[in-house]
Antibody, heavy 122, light 107 residues
Framework: EVQLVESGGGLVQPGGSLRLSCTAS????????MNWVRQAPGKGLEWVSY????????YYADSVKGRFTISRDNAKNSLYLQMNSLRAEDTAVYYC???????????????WGQGTLVTVSS | DIQMTQSPSSLSASVGDRVTITCRAS??????LAWYQQKPGKVPKLLIY???TLQSGVPSRFSGSGSGTDFTLTISSLQPEDVATYYC?????????FGGGTKVEIK
């Protein structure tokens, strides 16, 4: 069974840092591009970042560029999001989501993890 | 960047009604469009990709159409379990923008 499990969320002060992790199982992790998507309380979905299977291609939303860093460790079947200089508007549930097709650049997202809540507040 | 605009933002319909949600891209995206369903308190779920391809396991009352800039998601006969927010998403290139969502309720 394909599974994605996020961890690392929590309460952090404005200007602080947090590192999210997403542990994958049930598929060949290195063959799939991965994404982070977030959803602020009561709001819609916002794509945050993409990383190719090898890690050589990375994209960010303008709202997080320069503050967030996506990375992956294929030996550990893990995806990461390092979040620095956090702001109140970064408060959201953060989902990791797998590309729908292996080794195929950018595609739809399937499946999604359960999400981890990040709250930025003093 | 290409913007994705969904309409309506919410709708209320009766069980058995045909429901149509539209998604418009500010520039052409060919058929690089997906639709997701998010039930209250749940994780988003893929319904349709490549504008009209139904994901395995998704009921056949869901269908998608369109290409270029204009797309539709249709529920042919609304069921109580279809209460959810529906999102479109472009994936032709980054940024992988979502539409604002359409909340579907039962009248």
């Amino acid at each position: 069974e394909v599974q994605l499990v996020e961890s690392g969320g929590g309460l952090v002060q404005p200007g602080g840092s947090l590192r999210l992790s997403c542990t994958a199982s049930g598929f060949t992790f290195s063959s799939y591009e991965m994404n982070w998507v977030r959803q602020a309380p009561g709001k819609g979905l916002e794509w945050v970042s993409y990383i190719s299977g090898s890690g050589s291609i990375i994209y960010y939303a303008d709202s997080v560029k320069g503050r967030f860093t996506i990375s992956r460790d294929n030996a550990k079947n893990s995806l990461y999001l390092q979040m620095n200089s956090l702001r109140a508007e970064d408060t959201a549930v953060y989902y990791c989501a797998r590309d729908g097709v292996p080794n195929s650049y950018i595609n739809w997202f399937d499946p999604w993890g359960q999400g981890t809540l990040v709250t930025v507040s003093s | 960047d290409i913007q994705m605009t969904q309409s309506p933002s919410s709708l209320s319909a009766s069980v058995g009604d045909r429901v149509t949600i539209t998604c418009r891209a500010s520039q052409g995206i060919s058929d690089y469009l997906a639709w997701y369903q998010q039930k209250p308190g749940k994780v988003p779920k893929l319904l349709i990709y490549a504008a009209s391809t139904l994901q395995s396991g998704v009921p056949s009352r869901f269908s998608g159409s369109g290409s270029g800039t204009d797309f539709t998601l249709t529920i042919s006969s609304l069921q109580p379990e279809d209460v959810a927010t529906y999102y479109c998403q472009k994936y032709n290139s980054a940024p992988l923008t979502f539409g604002g969502g359409t909340k579907v309720e039962i009248k």
